[in-house]
């Protein structure tokens, strides 16, 4: 019996014009690079990823798109790059000039 195939998902990529804290874009194109992804790709999958609920856990968990090499893989890249903050940093950004 051959496995049915899955089928495509026709898709249409636009351009964004996005800022954000350049040692996390670093952290990125690095992890996108050691994937053998394109910066895009990357994002698409963390953007879907933060759209699934944990079961149980809905509104407050959401499925991680990373496995525990990849997780492993970030933190070394967090740390070549400087980015010493955490998840909730964000809400403390200050932009300088």
Same mark, same amino acid.
């Given at each position: 019996m051959r496995p049915q +195939? /899955? &089928? $495509? %998902? &026709? =898709?249409e990529r636009v351009e964004v014009r996005v800022r954000m804290e350049r040692r =996390? %874009?670093?952290v990125l194109e690095a992890l996108a690079?050691?994937?053998?992804? /394109? $910066?895009?790709?990357l994002l698409e999958k963390i953007v879907l990823h933060s759209f699934e609920a944990v079961p149980g856990q809905e509104g407050e968990m959401c499925a991680s798109p990373y496995s525990i090499d990849s997780l492993a893989a970030i933190a070394h890249l967090k740390? =070549?790059?400087?980015?010493? #903050?955490d998840t909730h940093a964000s809400r403390r #950004?200050?932009? =300088? +000039?």
């Open positions: +195939a /899955t &089928p $495509l %998902v &026709p =898709i =996390i %874009v670093m690079e050691q994937r053998n992804m /394109t $910066l895009g790709e740390r =070549i790059h400087g980015m010493d #903050f #950004f200050q932009e =300088i +000039a």
